[in-house]
């Protein structure tokens, strides 16, 4: 076996191993996750897999190809928080062994382990492959159609050094066809974002045509085949409300606060610094001069990865939905810069400069801090009540949540690893210091998963979710009143709808119904219900209130 392949399985078996430790350990957090997940159990519940539903009615705000991998993944191994978050799982494997044999490929066996190491090892990008959200595949394959598109521009213009031994029509094939698949994850921002790197490239070029206007409609032409496997199959059954509907939600995302997610302009640029820790650190480096790459194929390769996190950043710090995952994308880019800086820095073309050590220790003590801190704040959560406003807030710290204090030991084992880096930094073992820093945050980050994500869960969510999960054998209608949630759909198992009045509030509420009814609210949104005469509250836990209608 060979070096690639002895290292590709290494990466797949090690990041496949912490990828999917603990993985079903906590509930699936409102909205997106439990929206993805109970998308796939309805798929599996109608045996209907052309057309996406939520609540048993269509939903038009994502196409179906997540939900595919998830549905699958649910059939061999049971609805629940595992299967709907293996798919992620399986995508951070294929994702390090994939740019480890790019930055091999194009570099250098030492820069490929760099790059992997750098996105395995921070925060954001880690995280990100143990969550049920859409965005790790859809990024995914959005990089391979651009990786694609620029072996298509290497062969086709006569770059040298590296072999590419397909003609470049099969690379510009792979290229629509990765973009495709990007459309079928999450829509027509795939090829929104693909084009907006080729435009700047072509900009960057000075208007010189690198592709052609038939080369770029075959790139096109092969995106939209891919996408017709199933945007044609719903226009021809069910004619174009999809697409119509589609299109009017991605316009409100753009141009409103979406489901009150707003944020200032800086927005994703303090989401990539703190969440890409401890990577976006040497990433900042990669912004200012150094020295040249050693072919045109690794100056060009910058280049692209450059033009791609500018051309994320810009379009969603405009859009006006900010949302932490929307500039996912940039992780493939920052991690890349990341890793030219430390191979510079091993190969001593670069020094850690002061500024680097600062950043370093200024991120990573807030986290530091925070999980070193938190867990002794939280053991007298009564006494900090009075810093919420908020009824439903003030409420959520009644959970029975029991913290012991070893959930500090993540925050300590941080500073180790930093300590440790440091150390080995400044005898040039970086050998050493590379794993003991990236290492290190893995094994923070999963101590912090174990420690904190279900205590955090338990304030935030677990009332609720305890009361859905005690009805789902009962067959019943559930609904939750002045906050959304998918909670209830997925956790109380929900059944396929045989009344469609059960969809309408006030027939709930006042008409004649074949089955108990259950109300959830927030202890501050009870004023309307307490008026209600045939409403019974029969409990109420850690900010949540629980009705029944009484006939």
Known sequence: MGQKSKYSLLIAGISGLFFTLFLGGVHLFDWDEINFAEISREMLLTRDYTR?????????????????????????????????????????????????????????????????????????????????????????????????????HWKKNGYEGIPLRKSYWTYLFWAGFFTGMGILTKGQVAYLIVCLTLGVYWIHQRFRFYVNIPQFLFFTLAATLVTLIWYGTETLKNGTWFIEAFNRYQYRLFSTHDAGHKGFPGYHFAVLLVG??????????????????????????????????????????????????????????????????????????????????????????????????????ARNAERWKFLIKDPFGKANLDAAVRWT??????????????????????????????????????????????????RIEGYSQRAAIEFFTAKADEDCYIITKGYKSYAHLFYARKRPVSDPRSYDENWLFTGKTDKPVYVVTKINKTAELEKMPGLKEIGRKNGFVFYQRID
């Not at 549905?71 to 191994?77: I, Q, S, V």
């Not at 969603?316 to 030219?340: D, G, R």
């Not at 530091?368 to 002794?376: N, W």
């Not at 050493?432 to 990236?438: G, K």
């Open 405 to 454: 204090g070893w959930e500090a030991g993540a925050g300590f084992l941080l500073l180790a690893a930093v300590l440790v880096f440091f150390r080995y930094a400044r005898k040039n073992n970086w050998r050493t210091a590379w794993p003991a820093l990236f290492g290190g945050t893995v094994v923070f980050i999963m101590l912090t998963l174990a420690g904190f994500i279900g």
């Open 52 to 152: 996406v539903y939520i609540n048993f009615q269509p939903f038009w705000e994502k196409p179906p190809l997540f939900f595919w991998f998830q549905a699958l993944a649910m059939a061999g191994m049971g609805v629940g928080e595992f299967a709907a978050r293996f798919p992620n799982a399986v995508c951070g494997a294929v994702t390090l062994v994939v740019i480890y044999r790019i930055g091999r490929q194009f570099f250098s066996h030492r820069f490929g382990l760099l790059w992997a190491g750098a996105y395995f090892g921070s925060v954001l990008p880690f995280l990100y492959f143990k969550s049920g959200i859409i965005d790790p595949w859809f990024n995914l394959f959005i990089f391979l159609g651009l990786y694609h598109f620029l072996l298509f």
């Open 276 to 377: 890409c820790f401890p990577a976006s650190i040497f990433a900042i480096r990669a912004f200012f001069a150094q020295p040249a790459e050693e072919t045109d194929q690794q100056n060009d390769f910058r280049r692209w990865m450059k033009f791609l996190f500018w051309v994320v950043l810009i379009l969603f710090s405009i859009v006006q939905s900010k949302i932490v995952h929307y500039s996912s994308m940039c992780y493939f880019p920052l991690t890349f810069l990341a890793a030219l800086v430390m191979d510079k820095i091993t190969g001593n073309k670069l020094a850690l400069s002061r500024w680097m050590k600062l950043g370093l220790w200024m991120i990573g003590g807030v986290y530091m801090a925070a999980t070193i801190i938190l867990p002794f704040a």
